[in-house]
């Protein structure tokens, strides 16, 4: 029994130990950040709150980037961005409160952000009609989108994108996982490093050019305190969004669908992604102009396969050229 208390004792001071170097990490790293920030974004006012962008290229045709929900913003487009801007105008951007994006003032409601959306494009774009590249969960985003403004799209390209379907039907065990965490845990694993040491993990993971994990640690790392506050806050709208994006079309818009085929660890996730590729397969009713392109990827196709969103953009540009540049 001795042992026993003598094992925990080594334990808990280990466990002590642990918390207060990863304290030490955290504040350190903070004023890492903050000595070498260097504010180079370019910004446009959406209801009186600086919205961060990032335009290249000055091709005929426009084409805008809707991120998921994470707290990378335009990053994750980063080179679908480089190569598409040879062939056209491009525009990614961070929604309010994710990395260079000021706080919202208005709730992270569907409509808010398709209007968010509308609104930067207009003023950085003249409300030139565009296509809409988006991921996850800007999959609900452009169907509230489409709802008010389908008058300015040219074309949708799926990337992985949710359905507004996939909350009511997703199995409880998952939607257990996606609970949100009370302030404290939230708070605790901030303080100690823990959130920043796991998003770290998660961008040596996702990103594979060593340069491009050296830039996107960078501007993450920066922002990353409040870029996580707006993320769960979307997080929390998303039984919203799925609701309010529900009865969209896109009549006549084509639309292109990239799913992928995920790899699955256990029945809970077999279940899942079933119904998220059945799903997906519904979303080409969207649009009578429609088809879709199964991808050997994970979640993330524009950061594993960033050929095939890239190739996708330029066959629909190719495919309805003569629509989409009047």
Same mark, same amino acid.
């Given at each position: 029994?001795?042992?026993?208390?003598?094992?925990?004792?080594?334990?808990?001071?280990?466990?002590?130990?642990?918390?207060?170097?990863?304290?030490?990490?955290?504040?350190?790293?903070?004023?890492?950040?903050?000595?070498?920030?260097?504010?180079?974004?370019?910004?446009?006012?959406?209801?009186?709150?600086?919205?961060?962008?990032?335009?290249?290229?000055?091709?005929?045709?426009?084409?805008?980037?809707?991120?998921?929900?994470?707290?990378?913003?335009?990053?994750?487009?980063?080179?679908?961005?480089?190569?598409?801007?040879?062939?056209?105008?491009?525009?990614?951007?961070?929604?309010?409160?994710?990395?260079?994006?000021?706080?919202?003032?208005?709730?992270?409601?569907?409509?808010?952000?398709?209007?968010?959306?509308?609104?930067?494009?207009? =003023?950085? #774009? &003249?409300? !030139?009609? $565009?296509?809409?590249?988006?991921?996850? /969960?800007?999959?609900?985003?452009?169907?509230?989108?489409?709802?008010?403004?389908?008058?300015?799209?040219?074309?949708?390209?799926?990337?992985?994108?949710?359905?507004?379907?996939?909350?009511?039907?997703?199995?409880?065990?998952?939607?257990?996982?996606?609970?949100?965490?009370?302030?404290?845990?939230?708070?605790?694993?901030?303080?100690?490093?823990?959130?920043?040491?796991?998003?770290?993990?998660?961008?040596?993971?996702?990103?594979?050019?060593?340069?491009?994990?050296?830039?996107?640690?960078?501007?993450?790392?920066?922002?990353?305190?409040?870029?996580?506050?707006?993320?769960?806050?979307?997080?929390?709208?998303?039984?919203?969004?799925?609701?309010?994006?529900?009865?969209?079309?896109?009549?006549?818009?084509?639309?292109?669908?990239?799913?992928?085929?995920?790899?699955? =660890?256990? #029945? &809970?996730? !077999?279940? $899942?992604?079933?119904?998220?590729?059945? /799903?997906?397969?519904?979303?080409?009713?969207?649009?009578?102009?429609?088809?879709?392109?199964?991808?050997?990827?994970?979640?993330?196709?524009?950061?594993?396969?960033?050929?095939?969103?890239?190739?996708?953009?330029?066959?629909?540009?190719?495919?309805?050229?003569?629509?989409?540049?009047?």
């Amino acid at each position: 029994m001795h042992i026993v208390w003598l094992i925990l004792k080594w334990l808990l001071i280990l466990v002590v130990i642990l918390l207060i170097v990863g304290m030490i990490y955290e504040q350190y790293m903070r004023y890492v950040v903050k000595r070498n920030f260097v504010d180079n974004g370019t910004y446009v006012e959406v209801d009186g709150q600086k919205m961060h962008y990032l335009k290249k290229g000055e091709g005929k045709v426009t084409v805008v980037f809707e991120s998921g929900l994470d707290f990378a913003g335009h990053l994750s487009w980063g080179n679908v961005q480089d190569e598409i801007s040879k062939f056209a105008t491009t525009i990614s951007y961070d929604r309010a409160g994710i990395l260079r994006s000021q706080k919202a003032s208005n709730p992270r409601t569907c409509e808010n952000i398709a209007e968010e959306l509308h609104a930067l494009v207009q =003023k950085v #774009e &003249d409300n !030139k009609p $565009f296509i809409l590249v988006v991921h996850s /969960l800007g999959g609900l985003i452009v169907r509230c989108y489409a709802k008010k403004h389908a008058d300015t799209l040219r074309g949708v390209v799926f990337v992985d994108a949710s359905h507004p379907e996939q909350f009511d039907k997703m199995p409880k065990s998952i939607k257990n996982k996606m609970k949100i965490p009370s302030d404290w845990v939230i708070s605790f694993f901030s303080i100690t490093g823990i959130s920043r040491f796991a998003t770290n993990k998660m961008i040596d993971k996702l990103y594979k050019n060593r340069n491009t994990i050296s830039h996107v640690k960078s501007l993450v790392n920066t922002y990353l305190l409040k870029s996580n506050k707006a993320a769960l806050e979307e997080m929390k709208m998303f039984e919203q969004m799925s609701s309010a994006s529900k009865g969209a079309s896109f009549l006549d818009i084509p639309l292109t669908v990239l799913t992928a085929k995920q790899k699955f =660890k256990n #029945e &809970d996730e !077999k279940n $899942f992604f079933e119904l998220f590729n059945k /799903l997906q397969n519904k979303s080409l009713n969207l649009s009578t102009n429609s088809k879709q392109i199964f991808v050997d990827s994970g979640h993330y196709i524009q950061l594993e396969k960033p050929e095939v969103v890239i190739e996708a953009v330029r066959e629909m540009i190719e495919e309805n050229k003569n629509d989409i540049k009047k």
